[in-house]
């Protein structure tokens, strides 16, 4: 039940940090995935960093602080630590960045995408049936959803166009699509059209 009040939805999360005048935003995964890319105005630091306790004692425990990750591992885990240890308010953001991006949130990203929407609408319209798969590499769910591509792929062969999309790469049509709300994310095209989506790898099991 704690976890459950630490993790907020995204309506939630940014009319929060809205409310703020400086908000306390913490970016709770790698330097690596950092410098890639990260909420504006966050900060970056988690458990295992070596200047933690500074970092913390940093934080004003009387205000709230926000918190997210790739999922929501890392921020749920940093969130109930500052709970524990006399902070008011620690939230972490259901979804984790896919949902801050893939809801078109402001971010900052050291990278342009390398395809554009024009680009991607001209694939879905070019092709009957495209398969789009979004995620990040930094995503262990994501990493276990390629197997099962390479399956489809032997499948479908040429009948079945497959794209993939991460975070790393291509964070603005991720923003453009506003429809990734959780990495891993499948979608499927038929003739234009969606007709089958997926949210997480729990759900693609399955199917």
């Not at 500074?54 to 940093?78: C, E, H, M, N, Q």
């Not at 930094?138 to 991460?166: F, H, M, R």
Request: aromatic share 10%; with cysteine.
């Amino acid at each position: 039940q704690e976890k459950n009040k630490t993790i907020l939805s995204l309506d939630s999360f940014y009319s929060k940090i809205k409310s703020q005048s400086k908000a306390q935003i913490i970016d709770a995964r790698s330097p690596e995935e950092f410098a890639l890319n990260h909420i504006e105005g966050a900060k970056n630091f988690n458990q295992k960093a070596d200047d933690y306790n500074t970092f913390v004692s940093g934080l004003d425990k009387t205000k709230p602080v926000f918190i997210y990750s790739i999922g929501a591992g890392r921020s749920v885990t940093l969130a109930n630590e500052l709970l524990k240890n006399g902070f008011t308010e620690a939230y972490s953001l259901e979804g984790g960045i896919a949902n801050w991006i893939g809801a078109g949130k402001p971010f900052y990203s050291n990278s342009k995408s390398k395809l554009s929407l024009a680009e991607y609408n001209k694939i879905i319209a070019d092709n009957n049936s495209v398969l789009v798969d979004i995620g990040s590499r930094y995503c262990g769910p994501c990493k276990k959803v390629k197997p099962v591509l390479e399956t489809i792929k032997a499948q479908y062969g040429d009948n079945l166009k497959i794209v993939e999309i991460d975070l790393e790469d291509n964070p603005q049509i991720i923003a453009d699509l506003k429809t990734v709300k959780v990495f891993p994310t499948l979608i499927l095209y038929q003739k234009g059209k969606i007709t089958f989506q997926k949210e997480g790898l729990g759900e693609l099991k399955k199917d």
